[in-house]
């Protein structure tokens, strides 16, 4: 199944009951949630008590990204605000084993994330512990930044990673995907796809639609 997970980074945040209502008409089912804490990543951005407003005005399924350093200690809030999906980095993690037990513990999915410059190969332990892979294809931290170019091998590297294991783990893909790149991000086989500034600008019905409509189109191919 290939689901387009707008970021609400992008979005505005004086109209989001609005925005989230006009991406729904435009055939979007996931929000992807940016949250981070001016620590692991040199910026802040959402938190807690915004996703349990939001929760409260949208059925959309929330895909919670914590670029947070030891995110274990907020699993149980973010759960509970409403998170059907809790994302955490390996690099911010001392005890990733008990951080992914925390998360399904809450009776949410569980996902991990690597940075641009983290082998691949480190994910083959938890493959049977996560529900999603998340890999960054920009410097965590800011939407707006290029796509990097490297991506696409690593993204295609751990869908084979994913084949192997015979395990059903969706992979998702976040960082400067666009017109330009998400092709060949879907090439890769990656079948979640992040996309915030190329989303949330112009007239959001149209860019959300044309945009859902390519990443959807993948399975009738
Ligand atoms: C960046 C965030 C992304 C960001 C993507 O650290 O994790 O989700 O919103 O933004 P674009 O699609 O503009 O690169
Ligand atoms: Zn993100």
């Known amino acids: 199944m290939h689901i387009l997970s707008p970021s609400m980074l992008s979005a505005d945040y004086g109209y989001l009951a609005d925005n989230f209502a006009t991406l729904r008409r435009a055939g979007?089912?996931?929000?992807?949630?940016?949250?981070?804490?001016?620590?692991?990543?040199?910026?802040?951005?959402?938190?807690?008590?915004?996703?349990?407003?939001?929760?409260?005005c949208t059925?959309?399924?929330?895909?919670?990204?914590?670029?947070i350093n030891?995110?274990?200690?907020?699993?149980?809030?973010?759960?509970?605000?409403?998170?059907?999906?809790i994302t955490v980095h390996y690099e911010a993690c001392s005890d990733l084993d008990a951080t992914l037990a925390?998360?399904?513990?809450?009776?949410v999915k569980a996902g991990l994330s690597i940075k641009p410059k983290t082998p691949v190969e480190v994910l083959l332990?938890?493959?049977?512990?996560?529900?999603?892979?998340?890999m960054m294809s920009v410097?965590?931290?800011?939407g707006g930044q290029s796509y990097i170019p490297e991506s696409t091998a690593r993204i295609a590297a751990v869908?084979?990673?994913?084949?192997?294991?015979?395990?059903?783990?969706?992979?998702?893909?976040?960082?400067?995907?666009?017109?330009?790149?998400?092709?060949?991000?879907?090439?890769?086989?990656?079948?979640v796809i992040v996309a915030g500034s190329a989303v949330f600008r112009g007239d959001l019905y149209e860019t959300a639609k044309r945009f859902n409509d390519i990443v959807t189109a993948r399975d009738q191919a």
């Open 28 to 56: 979007v089912t996931w929000i992807h949630i940016d949250n981070m804490d001016g620590a692991f990543v040199p910026n802040l951005s959402i938190g807690i008590p915004i996703v349990k407003s939001v929760r409260k």
């Open 59 to 67: 059925d959309l399924f929330f895909d919670v990204h914590l670029m």
């Open 70 to 85: 030891e995110p274990i200690r907020y699993v149980k809030e973010f759960a509970a605000a409403g998170s059907d999906l």
């Open 102 to 107: 925390a998360i399904h513990e809450c009776g």
């Open 125 to 134: 332990p938890y493959l049977d512990k996560v529900d999603l892979i998340l």
């Open 139 to 142: 410097e965590p931290g800011f």
């Open 159 to 191: 869908r084979k990673m994913i084949d192997e294991s015979g395990r059903e783990i969706d992979l998702e893909v976040d960082g400067g995907v666009n017109d330009k790149t998400v092709q060949e991000v879907l090439d890769a086989g990656a079948n």
